[in-house]
T-cell receptor
Framework: DARVTQTPRDKVTEMGQEVTMRCQPI?????VFWYRQTMMQGLELLAY????????DSGMPKDRFSAEMPDATLATLKIQPSEPRDSAVYFC????????????FGPGTRLTVL | AQSVTQLDSQVPVFEEAPVELRCNYS??????LFWYVQYPNQGLQLLLK??????LVESINGFEAEFNKSQTSFHLRKPSVHISDTAEYFC???????????FGTGTRLQVFP
């Protein structure tokens, strides 16, 4: 049963610290999405990649957030420095080419910045 | 730009009753429409999608949604709900010619015994 995996599942950190979240997409999927979910803003797309190349990161605060795909089996989302307003659940999703394909979501990383 | 409106933030209903979760979108171009479901402490899962063809689409667990172009709606319905249908439901629309989905704010369906 192929699934998207995310680590860590929960992260509590202090303001100013660096946070790195990792995602392993489903093997063979070439599109990876990063979303953030909060009560106030709902589900927001931060960035997405196709074949490891960033296609759109317009939803991401550029000064503190960065997203990369070091290889086809790993996507990372880094926040440096973290702030309390970054507290949210961060989801990774993967899929095949095109908008018509299903996005498969991971279980999420719950981030709390104190 | 496209947008999605889910007017009902919460829908309480008794088991075996029918339910409708409303979704309206705004777009001046052809769109693809999706319903995703999120169970507690889990990621989202695709429930059903409209790409083209028949305006009525169905899921394997009894939900259906109808694409209504004139009303720009994609309401989700189920004739008889179960306790296990308790979850958050998100409507989403494709954005232009990109792979981006615009999600609504979600509707929490609470099914009571």
């Amino acid at each position: 049963d192929a699934r998207v995996t995310q680590t860590p599942r929960d992260k509590v950190t202090e303001m100013g610290q660096e946070v790195t979240m990792r995602c392993q997409p489903i093997l063979g999927h070439n599109t990876v999405f990063w979303y953030r979910q909060t009560m106030m803003q709902g589900l927001e797309l931060l960035a997405y990649f196709r074949n490891r190349a960033p296609l759109d990161d317009s939803g991401m605060p550029k000064d503190r957030f960065s997203a990369e795909m070091p290889d086809a089996t790993l996507a990372t989302l880094k926040i440096q420095p973290s702030e309390p307003r970054d507290s949210a659940v961060y989801f990774c999703a993967s899929g095949l080419d095109g908008i018509t394909d299903t996005q498969y979501f991971g279980p999420g990383t719950r981030l709390t910045v104190l | 730009a496209q947008s999605v409106t889910q007017l009902d933030s919460q829908v309480p209903v008794f088991e075996e009753a029918p339910v409708e979760l409303r979704c309206n979108y705004s777009s001046s171009v052809s769109v693809y429409l999706f319903w995703y479901v999120q169970y507690p402490n889990q990621g989202l899962q695709l429930l059903l999608k409209y790409l083209s063809g028949s305006t009525l689409v169905e899921s394997i667990n009894g939900f259906e949604a109808e694409f209504n172009k004139s009303q720009t709606s994609f309401h989700l319905r189920k004739p008889s709900v179960h306790i296990s249908d308790t979850a958050e439901y998100f409507c989403a629309v494709s954005e232009g010619n990109t792979d981006k989905l615009i999600f609504g704010t979600g509707t929490r369906l609470q099914v009571f015994p």
